[in-house]
Every structure is written in C-alpha cells, then in structure tokens.
C-alpha cells in the first residue's frame, strides 16, 4: 500500500507522518513506513544511522532529553547488539516521544548501516508523561526477557549434561548474590541492604516455588504409574490428613494419604484379581491395593506436592479421574507434571 494511500484511509495520521518527515533522514530507500496508528508512526528497514542524533535533520532545532536506553550485546543473529534509545522531543511547540531500536554490528565503520526500527509518538501535555512511562516500561520488560532468554541459551549451549548445566547455575548465582549483604548506617540509623539482596530474595523465592512444582510434578507421575499399573480402576479420592505421632522419645508430624470412593472402569461393581490366583475384589478391598502401594511410594511426597504449602496442616483431598488424563497416559513417558497440575484442579479443602 503506498503512503498516499494510507495517508487517505487514515488522515488523521498525516501530522505524525509529516512531522517525522520534517524531523529525521528519513530519505534513504532501505526505509520503510510500516505501521501508522492515530498518533504513533513507525519506519523500520536497514538504512539507519548508529546513533539517533545523527538521524534528525537539524538537532539543533529540537529539545531533546533522553529517557531509557539499552544495549544487549550480541542480540543479533549476526552477532549484532541491540540498541534502544527513548528520548522525549519538543520542536514547533509539538510534545513527542521517539524509541530508536536498531542493531549495531561490533566492528562498524563509517559506511556502515544498521536494521532496526524508529517510532515517533505525538502527544499532548496530559497525555505525554502516561504514554511515555507505557512505552518504558514495555521496553524495560521486552529487554529483560531478550536477557533472561540469551542468558539461559547460553548456558545450555555449552552445557554437556544436566549436571554440568547444573553446575553453571549454581557458580553464576552464587557469584550474583557474593557481595550481597546488609550493613548499618549510622548517618541515617537504619539497617539497609547493600549489593543484590533482591538477587538473594529472589533466589529464595525460586526455590520455594521450583520445589512445590518439582513435588507436584512427582506426585503426578506416581498416580499416573498407579493409573498404568492398575487398569481397572477409573477414579479415587486422595484425603490428606496430618497427626502427631512419636517415635524414639521425639514428636513428630506424620503426613498420611488415604483412598477413597474408587470406582473401577465401566462402573462394574467388583473385578477379579487374575494374577491372583483369580480373587474377586470389590472397590473397598482395592482401594487398600491402592494404599499399600502409595506407602510403598510415599504418603509424605504425595501430600506435600498436592499441600498449597510445604508447611501446612490442612486436611484436604484430590480426585483421580482416568478419564481426565486420558490423553497424557497414552504416552512413552508421562509428563507428571501435566497430571499433577489437572489433579490439583480438583483440591478441595476439609479443614
């Protein structure tokens, strides 16, 4: 679609177009318009310059006052790092923003181009700090994403194993959180954090909640086992329960998991035991089956994966259905946490 014809479709956006035009070496061929909203237009290509600066037609005829930048280094497919600068601007009594997001190769001389994207805002007095800060904020949260993935790539590019993978995690946050401690200012008589205490929370953070999903995700494939090992049973109730009990002249919290209202597939009333000598059992005598099992398993990882906290003491209870994870049983491998996460839907809370 050529401009004239977006400018007659939309003619709203001809200000925001022409002020850009007045505003930026917009004249090379390798740039494009791309996309034009009410107020925002946005040319994306491969002629621009390696600085914003060096963009405007005469900077000496705006005010301009940086608001964000960032570089990702090596961010391109190429090996390029990725600019972005934000900048308000004020030419001809008109309030604007401007986000150059471009990447730059490491050796650039000065023919060189770069890809990227340029986008002008128009706005007003009221409405210049809310679409600013918006703009921010996304970017801020889009960069911290493109780190987090590269960061993670990296490592598993030159892990061999998970245990060497492993490894890495560990030396990278330790070494994050080294210098992180709190200190006493005495100026201002208070206790304050110093280096990356929040890298520190966070890490707590992390483990608490990779430790409820890890116990979910176990649990989850141990029912699915159950499921495979005992193919006439269609559904049971897990009850989770907690006593004291004592042992060795120590108290203790004992978590138990007990099972309940099992139904066998097809809604037959009892079913019979060939590999035991040909028994015929009904859903409350294979419901201790069941049980036998889980103690063999693990009542305590059974209660903690399905536990809202590792901590509590809640009596509370889970529906297995077959029905349910019928797709996910089919496979080679089950995914346990896939069954532990539809498990849980069915909590139901007793206390």
């Excluded at 009410?38 to 621009?48: A, C, I, K, P, S």
């Excluded at 097809?266 to 005598?285: F, P, R, T, W, Y």
Aim: hydrophobic share 35%; charged share 30%.
């Amino acid at each position: 679609m050529s401009q004239a014809t977006q400018v007659k479709a939309t003619p709203e956006v001809v200000p925001v177009i022409e002020m850009a035009n007045q505003l930026f070496c917009l004249d090379d061929g390798d740039i494009d318009q791309n996309e034009v909203s009410e107020n925002t237009v946005e040319f994306r290509g491969n002629g621009f310059n390696y600085e914003l600066i060096d963009m405007y037609r005469d900077p000496s005829e705006v005010e301009r006052k940086g608001e964000y930048t960032c570089s990702i280094p090596n961010a391109g497919d190429d090996g390029s790092n990725n600019e972005i600068v934000v900048e308000s601007i004020k030419a001809s009594r008109q309030t604007m923003f401007v986000v150059y997001d471009i990447y730059q190769p490491e050796n650039k001389d000065s023919d060189w181009v770069c890809s990227g994207l340029l986008s002008l805002t128009l706005t007003t007095s009221e409405t210049h700090e809310a679409l600013l800060k918006e703009t921010v904020d996304r970017l801020k949260k889009d960069n911290e994403a493109s780190a987090v993935s590269m960061a993670k790539s990296l490592l598993e590019s030159v892990a061999s194993d998970d245990e060497s993978l492993g490894r890495m995690a560990e030396t990278l946050l330790t070494d994050m959180v080294a210098s992180a401690v709190y200190v006493y200012d005495r100026d201002k008589d208070e206790i304050q954090p110093k280096g990356p205490v929040s890298v520190y929370h966070a890490i707590g953070m992390i483990d608490k909640m990779a430790s409820k999903d890890m116990g979910q995700a176990w649990a989850g494939a141990f029912i699915a086992s159950l499921l495979v090992e005992h193919p006439l049973v269609e559904s049971f109730i897990l009850q989770m329960s907690t006593s004291e009990q004592y042992d060795d002249n120590n108290y203790f919290t004992s978590k138990n998991v007990a099972v309940t209202d099992l139904v066998f597939v097809n809604g037959v009333q009892s079913v019979v035991l060939e590999d035991q000598g040909g028994e015929e059992i009904d859903a409350d005598g294979y419901a201790d089956i069941l049980k036998e099992a889980i103690e063999d398993g693990s009542e305590w990882d059974i209660y903690d994966g399905f536990a809202p906290y590792r901590d509590d003491r809640d009596e509370f209870m889970v529906q297995v259905r077959r029905s349910d994870l019928k797709a996910l049983l089919e496979g080679e491998q089950i995914d346990g946490a896939a069954v532990g996460k539809l498990v849980a839907r069915t909590w139901e809370c007793h206390q």
